[in-house]
């Protein structure tokens, strides 16, 4: 309530308010600065006598007073409810997203990316939408993150492309890197630099040298990886027994084939060849091909054998 000099008489609760004070548009934020001993003496003026019947402290606000208007009222906007909360979140994830797009950084849809407060991100930094940058995450310049990418208190560097749907936690990824689609780095992955760790794929505590692929569809647990080593698909490192973990180290420029096990703990030399389908549960040397399967045998006529069993059993 302000008097006819626009000096504040009064501030009243909605309830007590009669049909002309709730037609008034500026309400009180509830931050108050006065002196010690006024505010002690207002305070012992306070009563209960209202609706509520309750100790108001917007009553010590009763003889004259001051009001300085908010410069964005979006800053002093409360939340009762769940639904209230995720409002005045959108407003604050809208707010800092408009200060990194005045910086240099392209958000494709400011409304669905998530930025948090610790988080630093250069100039040309691409986000598309539904993006999370969570914790203390760095992005480095000329990077673009890819819709539905969830990247917690991890580093990327410059030129990366982290694409669609890739998760990243407390890892860092060298520059000219690409992650994904569906990826999945668990914390204490370190890939070096022009690495490529595409789909589907799981690190977990691994080091991955300059260059070095993990394409499709492979699990890297506990495991050192050279420089310039392809890893075929399929392939996984076994570095649980059942009561510890167990590191794998592969050298550099070497070919693992596709579905090959490596069973913890193992070392393979650089340039080292490991043919598709193998267990290796034994150091390989360096420059060395290493096969582990069993012979292929082929039983001639028993495809057909098989089809006229299956065919008589059918008809049954």
């Known amino acids: 309530l302000r008097s006819p000099r626009f000096d504040v008489i009064g501030i009243v609760e909605e309830r007590d308010a009669n049909d002309a004070e709730k037609k008034i548009a500026e309400i009180n934020t509830g931050v108050f600065l006065a002196p010690s001993s006024l505010l002690l003496e207002r305070l012992s003026e306070v009563t209960s006598n209202n609706a509520q019947q309750e100790f108001y402290l917007t009553d010590i606000i009763k003889k004259s007073g001051k009001a300085w208007k908010a410069e964005d009222e979006n800053e002093f906007l409360g939340a009762n409810t769940r639904g ?13 997203a408009d200060a990194f797009m005045t910086e240099g950084v392209s958000i494709i849809d400011p409304d669905s990316v998530h930025i948090s407060p610790l988080a630093e991100i250069e100039r040309d930094v691409t986000l598309y939408p539904n993006t999370y940058i969570e914790g203390k995450s760095i992005i480095r310049a000329n990077t673009t993150v890819f819709p539905g990418v969830r990247i917690s208190d991890s580093e990327i560097g410059k030129n990366c492309i982290i694409k669609d749907n890739s998760l990243i936690e407390e890892s860092f990824v060298g520059d000219d890197s690409v992650v994904g689609p569906m990826a999945h780095l668990r914390p204490g992955v370190y890939l070096s630099g022009k690495n490529r760790i595409g789909n589907f794929v799981e690190l977990k505590k691994a080091v991955m040298g300059i260059g070095s692929k993990a394409n499709h569809l492979t699990y890297l647990g506990d495991v050192k990886v050279g420089s310039s ?29 596709s579905d090959v096990q490596f069973v913890a703990p193992v070392n393979i030399g650089d340039g080292a060849l490991i043919g598709a389908g193998s267990t290796i549960t034994k150091d390989v040397e360096a420059d060395a091909l290493s096969l582990a399967r069993s012979p292929q045998k082929n039983l001639k006529g028993k495809a057909e054998e098989y089809r006229k069993i299956k065919g008589s059993r059918e008809k049954l």
């Open 84 to 96: 209230e909360l995720a409002i005045l979140s959108k407003i604050l994830w809208k707010k800092r």
């Open 229 to 257: 080593t392809n890893i075929g698909c399929g392939t996984i490192t076994c570095n649980y027994d059942g009561f510890n973990k167990h590191e794998t180290l592969i050298g550099n420029n070497v070919f693992v084939g």
